[in-house]
């Protein structure tokens, strides 16, 4: 078998990268009262025994920086039902709050209702990958809900999983 020779420009890159399905979370903090946040869709699980998490961030975005000086970052992992909040949560200006129902914890973490799962996590490294960083958390605290199916990311769209087979 041989593979198709393809020119690597930036929109055959981004194509091929949004072959892979993937989670989306929303990434929030209290800072001076307000709520910050961002979505993204790099998101995974690193280790067990300490808990990390981590998600990649593009190196010019000017929310990371923000949420990234906080002591606590909460991590809500989306259901299906937040095809919106997605949308909104990764918009470049306006409220990307507006609609949504959050909970924010003692230390400033803030969470989305309805997410299947909340981690109160702290950054604890970020590694420069070409234009992107690689940011490492460890999870301080999380609550998990059952029964929330998840929204993923796939061909650049919002997608629901289809039931099981």
Do not use: Y
């Amino acid at each position: 078998m041989t593979l198709a020779i393809t020119a690597f420009d930036q929109s055959v890159v981004r194509k091929a990268f949004g072959q892979f399905p993937s989670g989306v979370v929303a990434l929030c903090a209290e800072i001076d009262g307000v709520p910050v946040g961002m979505a993204a869709s790099s998101f995974v699980g690193v280790s067990i025994d300490p808990p990390l998490v981590a998600f990649c961030v593009q190196s010019t975005s000017t929310t990371w920086p923000r949420l990234a000086a906080c002591t606590r970052v909460g991590i809500s992992i989306l259901g299906e039902a937040h095809d919106v909040a997605a949308r909104t949560l990764a918009q470049k200006t306006g409220d990307r709050f507006d609609g949504l129902t959050t909970v924010t914890s003692d230390d400033g973490a803030v969470f989305i209702e309805g997410a299947s799962m909340w981690l109160d996590a702290t950054v604890t490294e970020e590694v420069p990958a070409g234009d992107h960083e690689i940011v490492l958390m460890r999870i301080n605290e999380l609550e998990i809900v059952d029964g929330i199916a998840p929204i993923v990311f796939h061909s650049s769209k919002f997608r629901r999983l289809a039931i099981d087979l």
